[in-house]
């Protein structure tokens, strides 16, 4: 039974099974000459463009220059052998990798061999309409090894222009050399030698030396930004301090009125709402560089340790010359942003301080309204008791006027009434019945 193309697979089972394939080493043995290009995107497109859109059409070009079909556009690698040169293509989300190696007739000594690059295949109008800017450039001479490191490295400061040398034996039969520089032709160099290497452990070995350069320099774009952001960052904390010891001097003020306290502290809420917004935009700005220098450094570290170097006499290792010049400036940009962690919640804890106050005072001014209320509340109370003692007095005058008519109307009728009589002698009881009967309302109201 077949399962390649089953309904049982999962829909990702395949693409997921060929990703830890999908990048493999070059094939190369010595003598070699290698040309490494790391291709970073272009600040200057349109926001939102796609990276890989626009490396995809660099390596379009050049396949058409040379008539070659070029790759899908959703593949992320592509190796051909053009001939003269090949070619491996990796596309990265940041950046992308266009590695040339070129194998020449008969070794050639090293001064020689970084003059006859695989560079000089190339069409010099497609070098120049590059999609992007250069973050890495780099030369890579491999060769075998005919004569111990220690004499091998004398000859060597002509190659590096007199540069500090790093090197070591990696992998227990190659020799890396570097000095990690620029040369003057804009390009740096990295020597491997061959000394007793197996199958296929040189195409490791330079994919890795080529790896930490353009890791190391894909790390190093984060240091830039740690400087930019210091000198906001100690604005941000001196206007924080002030803000505190404004908010001191707002608690020690004698004689401050509850009002005038809270317009001060909502003056001091607005500053440090402006404050978070600036340090919110400026981790914006920085938090996704400096996380991306972290995990290039990661890189670079695991890179270094497959080297599994073992040191020449008198020469830094590699894992010595990046630990000296790599790790300081990874550790000012792990600095800065824990720096800029660090002030974002003081203003945050600042913020929550400023608003617990501020509600504070807006409660305390809400019991001052609620107890002007109940004032005004008990003063129409008594004035409606004082209004129901008239109330009374009029309820009764009319009750009393009603006795009144019917008394007169007896006496017409030739009863033995005297009104007048008859009257004055129901004031008190009319008055006493009329004032019972509002207050057994009002308590019925009341209990209702």
Sequence with gaps: MHLINSSLNHALRVPLAAEIHSRPFLQLDAPELITHLAVYKDDSAAPGASNMAAQHATLAALCTHFGVTPPAAEAKYFYYDFGRFRLKWECHTEFATFTFAERPAAALPLAQAFERMPLEQLPQQWLAGLKGKLMVAAHVVLEQ??????????????????????????????????????????????????????????GRLVQRVLEIETYRMMALLGLPYAMQAAPSLNAIENELATLAAAMVDTDDAPGLAKTDEGVAEQALLDRITRLAARIEKLSLDNSYRFSASKAYMGLVKARIEELREVRIEGIPTVEEFMDRRLTPAMNTCEAMASRQEAMAQR??????????????????????????????????????????????????????????????????????????????????????????????????????
């Design 145 to 202: 090894a005919f004569a111990p490191a220690e004499i091998f490295m004398q000859g060597l400061s002509r190659v590096f222009e007199g540069n500090t040398l790093a090197g070591s034996k990696v992998l227990q039969g190659g020799e890396l050399w570097t000095d990690f520089t620029i040369q003057s032709d804009g390009f740096s160099r990295f020597v491997i030698r061959d000394a007793g290497m197996r199958s296929q452990q040189s």
């Design 347 to 448: 203003i945050a804890n600042t913020n929550d301080l400023l608003r617990t106050r501020v509600g504070i005072v807006q409660e305390l001014q809400n019991r001052q309204i609620l107890q002007s209320m109940n004032a005004r509340a008990a003063q129409q109370l008594r004035l409606q008791q004082a209004v129901e003692g008239l109330s009374v007095a009029a309820i009764s005058y009319y009750v009393i006027g009603l006795f009144s008519y019917t008394g007169k109307a007896a006496k017409v009728m030739g009863l033995p009434v005297n009104p007048e009589i008859l009257v004055g002698a129901l004031v008190p009881f009319v008055a006493a019945a009329v004032w019972l009967g509002l207050r057994r309302m009002h308590h019925k109201l009341h209990t209702d």
